[in-house]
């Protein structure tokens, strides 16, 4: 894989970010006040993890019905849970929106491409980067992502997979608080991995 450093594609970017250090969970030897320090990063400050997990519990306790509920695929619970992931998702990127595009509340420190936003360009949907990527994140992105939940929960609903509750399985309750930010970041780093096969790249990646 070729250093980002000697890429020459680098040399338009407006931001170096310096070299990415890898998570120490993964690193060798084993350095553990170190995963310590980055498991804390993860949830014991104000962090992506913690405001997806606030967001997951306050979708599950308002919006969601009891899981006895989703056994079988009704569209009305499925909306539910499209909405659930919509309404935030379409909050928070409004927002960054308005404070980095509209209100350039951070110019251009730690922009990568310092060209803005393309309009009237035949390369994104609608000839519009902004509608392009608006469209595909909620046509394609949510849409596919609601299926997938929405197929977990009624196989938890139908005892096809696996369900832990604190009151029953207190241990791999609290576990899976040390597994889920680790498990992220394998997934990412694999899937990302995956996508860039040309094969997979053409048909799943290419258009992100």
């Not at 949830?43 to 509920?69: D, I, K």
């Not at 009704?74 to 990127?93: E, M």
């Not at 992220?184 to 991995?193: A, D, E, K, P, T």
């Amino acid at each position: 894989m070729t250093d980002i450093f000697d890429d020459p594609e680098s040399d338009r970017w407006n931001h170096h970010p310096g070299k990415v250090q890898l998570s120490p969970v993964f690193a060798w030897p084993p350095r553990p006040l170190a995963c310590l320090k980055w498991l804390s990063g993860a949830w014991l400050v104000l962090s992506t993890t913690t405001l997806a997990f606030a967001l997951a519990v306050l979708a599950y306790v308002t919006l969601l019905p009891p899981l006895s509920e989703m056994a079988s695929l009704d569209p009305g619970w499925v909306l539910r849970l499209w909405l659930a992931n919509l309404v935030p998702h379409c909050v928070l990127a409004g927002t960054l929106h308005w404070w980095l595009h509209m209100r350039r509340g951070q110019e251009r420190r730690t922009k990568y491409d310092a060209r803005e936003q393309a309009r009237d360009n035949g390369t994104f949907t609608f000839r519009s980067q902004v509608r392009d990527n608006m469209f595909w994140t909620i046509a394609s992105g949510i849409t596919l992502w609601t299926v997938m939940q929405a197929l977990v929960f009624w196989a938890m609903a139908n005892g096809l997979a696996p369900k832990v509750f604190f009151p029953s399985n207190p241990v791999w309750f609290a576990l899976w608080f040390v597994l889920i930010p680790i498990w992220s970041s394998l997934h990412f780093y694999w899937v990302h991995r995956l996508l860039h096969w040309p094969p997979l790249y053409r048909i799943a990646h290419a258009l992100h």
